[in-house]
């Protein structure tokens, strides 16, 4: 084919069709006429008439189309080509080729909406510049939504309207743009696909469920005002919930209610609630009074309900042979109780206490002392005589001295203090005279260690106590009979707790720390070198708070005691003289240092591991103890014979039982291993 191109660059030729058409001919054929338009600042007017002479059609110009075109192309184009470029000019300077008939009338775009235009109602069949005008039918969403959305694309002498009744949308504008709305409008209306799905619940309340979930999406509704709303509607009658929305929302709320439609333990609005550790009368009356505050007339709960109401309706009975609770209560009330519960009815941390009283006390005393003793006349009556503190008591032996019969042997025997006592006299004469000697050297050492160990559970009282009763004279009387005289002595005795008393309640804080309320006493029988009337004890008492950390050694309290007394007696005068006053004077000294400390060492259990560890290690402290220095356990000299001890604890002793559940589970991971095979293993 021969090609030939002709270029109209003149602003008026008359002729300018004949300088861009071109034949050819090949063959017996004649092939299809291509125009290779190129012009500079050209009338519009020369364009149209060039147009019209290439395809053959007829055109009315507006006289207010006038405008310079300026086009440039450098491959051919066909007829139809041609006339597509042609509306994109007439695009480009604001002019518009409206069909009519025959015709094609070329006015201003402004004008557009008012002319007819090319009915497509088949859609655009092309990409043209064409003005059309287009009605769309809309399935799943409102045609009226789409408007405000699609307005914004639409060029001003364009045209967008909805038809609600039909639910349709009427489009007129160029061909191109007309396509590209419908584009957009099938995927918006896919997105439109509501439902109504209807879900049984089978635990919960349909009207609690909804009430909640309305709460929820309203939140959601004001955050995002474009959001669709879903409907929600309770049905009571087979507690269930109805939905309405697009489909992603309906999703999410499904999601949502089936979680929410968790299984109770019970059936119904009564359940038994078996508790592990804490005590179920005492629980119970402590949600008597939790319920026992929800009175009428309080404000209302929300969805309308009276908080009030939900608080009558609850019944809760304890059941002490199982340890389990009976709680009647509606659905919302039995939440909050059963949240209540498991986190009151926990393993409470326990603490073991360690109370150590350590003393060491030291008592020294020395006596030396003379006591004289004179008689006359053979009457058995003393006339003068010494009597020192620390030196024999003459005035209770003093005849018994003198006279020397064997009948007041006894008495004189009684009343001999300790140490050494002894006695010179001349008992010939009219009058008789003795002197009494005593000299005493004691020493006493005292070391006590008192460790009591005490287990309780956190803030719990509780109380250990180690002795003995001691019996105490508190009084001597005598009754004379009435009849020939006869005399009845007795005493009086009043039995005292001997040794130690622990008494400790443990509150555990945040953390490993305690405090302890501690009320300590330790009391034991004093071996001192002194006379008493009775019994002598010790006596240490300490009332106290204190805070510790876990595992620590605290001291409670201390005692340092040193003291002296130093007793010197003689006789006036006599006692003064040098070397014979010896004879006169009776001196004593003593000494007592006393160091007592009280320690405490609180140790946390808060598992099982750790009480078995703690209570394993008295296990094997007290058998050590027990078995005493024979290894073996026989008796000494007597190895026919064991002494009683505890049994030996097995090999596994520290490691804590497996609870039910944990053996469930091992035994399961074991079935699992043994149905694998041997490599993957």
Known sequence: MTTKKSQHSSRGTPIAWLAILLLGVGGASAQTPTVTPNYKDADIRQIIEAVSEVTGQNFIIDPRVKA??????????????????FLSILEVHGYVAVPAGDLIKIVPDANARQVPGRDLPSGPLGTSDELVTQVIQVENVGAAQLVPILRPLIPQYGHLAAHPASNMLI?????????????????IDQAGDEEIEVIRLEHASATDIVRVVTSLTQAANRSDNAASPLGLVAD????????????????????????????LEAGGNTQVIYLRYAD??????????????????????????????RGSDVTIWADPATNALVITAPSEAMRTLRSVISQLDIRRAQVLVEAIVAEVSYNRAAELGVSWVIDGSRDGNIVGLTNFTSALN???????????????????????????????????????????????????????????TLMTLDNEEAEITVGQQVPFVTGQFTNTGAAQGSVNPFQTIQREDVGLKLKVTPQINEGDALILDIQLENSNLSRATTEAVDLVTNERTITQKVLIEDGQLLILGGLVDDQILEVDEK??????????????????STVTKRTLMVFIRPVIIRDRERATIETNAKYRTMRKIQLGESEDGSVLMMKDEMRPTIPELPADADRAPISVDEQVILDGNQDQNEDEPAGER
């Open 571 to 588: 006789v006036p005068l006599l006692g003064d003289i040098p070397g014979l006053g010896l004879l006169f004077r009776s001196r004593s």
């Open 236 to 263: 009571e009658r087979t507690n269930s919930v109805l939905i309405s929305g697009d489909r992603a929302g309906r999703l999410r709320t499904r999601a949502l209610i089936t979680h929410l439609d968790t299984p």
């Open 394 to 452: 003459v005035a209770d032996v003093g005849g018994a001295v003198i006279g020397g019969d064997d009948s007041q042997i006894g008495q004189v025997l009684a009343a001999i203090p300790d140490g050494l006592s002894t006695a010179v006299g001349d008992f010939s004469g009219g009058t008789r005279w003795a002197a009494i000697v005593r000299a005493l050297l004691g020493d006493a050492t005292t070391n006590v260690l008192a460790n009591s």
């Open 171 to 187: 489009i007129s504008d160029r061909s191109a743009n007309v396509n590209r709305m419908m584009r957009i409008i099938a995927r």
């Open 280 to 309: 179920a009368e005492d629980l119970a009356t402590r949600l008597k009074e939790q319920v026992s505050q929800l009175v009428p007339g309080a404000a209302p709960a929300q969805g309308g309900a009276p908080a009030g109401r």
């Open 68 to 85: 310079e075109v300026t086009m440039l192309s450098s491959s051919p184009m066909s007829p139809e080509a041609f006339y597509e470029a």
